[in-house]
Nanobody
Framework: QVQLVESGGGLVQAGGSLRLSCAAS????????MGWFRQAPGKEREFVAA????????WYSNSVKGRFTISRDNAKNTVDLQMNSLIPEDTAVYYC????????????????WGQGTQVTVSS
């Protein structure tokens, strides 16, 4: 059973940066496509970014493209989300997710989820 634990959330002013990290345990990390998702109050969960199993390919939602960067370290079993130029609309609970196999599309096939970390961007 894969376990994912996020960290790095917090309160930041608009224009600032945060780096989220997700630590994985209990599985073979390098076989998992990984992703970040978020859910704002009163809204449905949405895709933010994903990264292929070896880290060579990344995908982003249009709303974060150019501001956020997803990366992974298969030796450390971690996946990070560097968030720059944050805006109040980025306020949400951010979730790390994993899929045993290649990335397909958005949240398709993601079977393992972390507990989430709160990101709040003040204006």
């Amino acid at each position: 059973q894969v376990q994912l634990v996020e960290s790095g959330g917090g309160l930041v002013q608009a224009g600032g940066s945060l780096r989220l990290s997700c630590a994985a345990s209990g599985g073979t990390f390098s076989t998992y496509a990984m992703g970040w998702f978020r859910q704002a109050p009163g809204k449905e969960r949405e895709f933010v970014a994903a990264i292929s199993r070896r880290g060579g390919t990344t995908w982003y939602s249009n709303s974060v493209k150019g501001r956020f960067t997803i990366s992974r370290d298969n030796a450390k079993n971690t996946v990070d989300l560097q968030m720059n130029s944050l805006i109040p609309e980025d306020t949400a609970v951010y979730y790390c997710a994993g899929r045993d196999g290649p990335y397909i599309d958005r949240d398709v096939g993601f079977e393992y989820w972390g507990q989430g970390t709160q990101v709040t961007v003040s204006s």
